[in-house]
Each structure stands twice: as structure tokens, then as C-alpha cells.
């Protein structure tokens, strides 16, 4: 890789990095605003509703006592419900609730404002987030195979 590419690959991260700083924080959300890693987790968990814990945790790359910890704080909060898993009786199924369904609402209705009107050709918008979501999918198969190598 040539140190333009380099550049070019460090810019694109410096990049997201920065717009997602730019984003605004709903005030709105209940029962309050929540941590990045507890977004993630949730994310997760609203494209793959009724996931194991076990998937969950093995997705988001986190250290299954940190996961644990999040899923017992978002569950005390009321934005995620954990159901036994009727094939596994030690597993269980996440699903986020309507007050968490309801958080995304308002994060999606207060991000697309933020974003309205900054790129005007809707193929733009479709090819960036094509882009940007080829590039999550690439990174994490990236770090779970890193991961996998190291355990």
C-alpha cells in the first residue's frame, strides 16, 4: 500500500469519526441517553431480533463479562427483554422493546435532519452507505477472524 493510499485510508476514518461527532444527541430518548457500546449492542439486536446472547456478544467483539454487564444494564432500563431460549435452557433470545424501537425513531428523526439537504442525489446517498456498510462488514469478519487467531 503507498503512503497515498495511506493518507487516503486515514482521512476516511478521521472522516466518519468526525460526522458522527457532528451528529446530534436526541434529548428525547427514555430513559436517557445511552453509551456507544450499548447502542451497538442494541443495534445488533434490532437487525437480529431474537439473537442469542452468545451471537450477540460474538458480533459486537465484546469480552462476554462486558456484554453481560450491558445486557443486564439495558434490560434494567427497559430497552431490551431477554426470553429463555426454548431450544437451549441456559441460552437466551434478545429482543429490543418499544420504549428502546422507540429511541431509534427519534435517533433516525434527529439524524436525517442533521443530514438533510448535505447531499442532494439520493444514488449519492445510496452509494455511500453501500460503501460504508460493505466496509463494517469486511472490518468485523476482519476482527473476529484476528480474534479467532489469538484465542
Not at 27 to 43: D, F, G, H, Y
Not at 45 to 57: F, K
Not at 62 to 74: E, K, M, T, V
Not at 132 to 140: G, Q
Request: aromatic share 4%; net charge positive; glycine share 4%.
Amino acid at each position: 500500500m503507498t503512503d497515498d493510499d495511506k493518507q487516503k485510508l486515514y482521512l476516511l476514518a478521521d472522516l466518519i469519526h468526525a460526522i458522527s461527532r457532528q451528529l446530534t444527541t436526541p434529548t428525547n430518548l427514555k430513559p436517557a441517553t445511552c453509551t456507544s457500546v450499548e447502542i451497538l449492542v442494541m443495534r445488533y439486536i434490532r437487525q437480529n431480533p431474537g439473537a442469542s446472547a452468545r451471537d450477540a456478544a460474538k458480533a459486537t467483539l465484546l469480552p462476554s463479562s462486558n456484554f453481560s454487564r450491558i445486557l443486564r444494564g439495558l434490560t434494567e432500563k427497559g430497552l431490551l427483554r431477554q426470553e429463555k431460549d426454548t431450544r437451549d435452557a441456559r441460552g437466551k433470545k434478545l429482543y429490543l422493546t418499544d420504549v428502546a424501537k422507540t429511541n431509534f425513531s427519534r435517533m433516525r428523526e434527529a439524524w436525517s435532519k442533521d443530514l438533510e439537504g448535505l447531499i442532494e442525489n439520493s444514488d449519492q446517498i445510496d452509494l455511500v452507505n453501500t460503501t460504508l456498510k460493505n466496509i463494517e462488514t469486511k472490518l468485523l469478519a476482519r476482527r473476529r477472524t484476528d480474534n479467532s487467531a489469538s484465542a
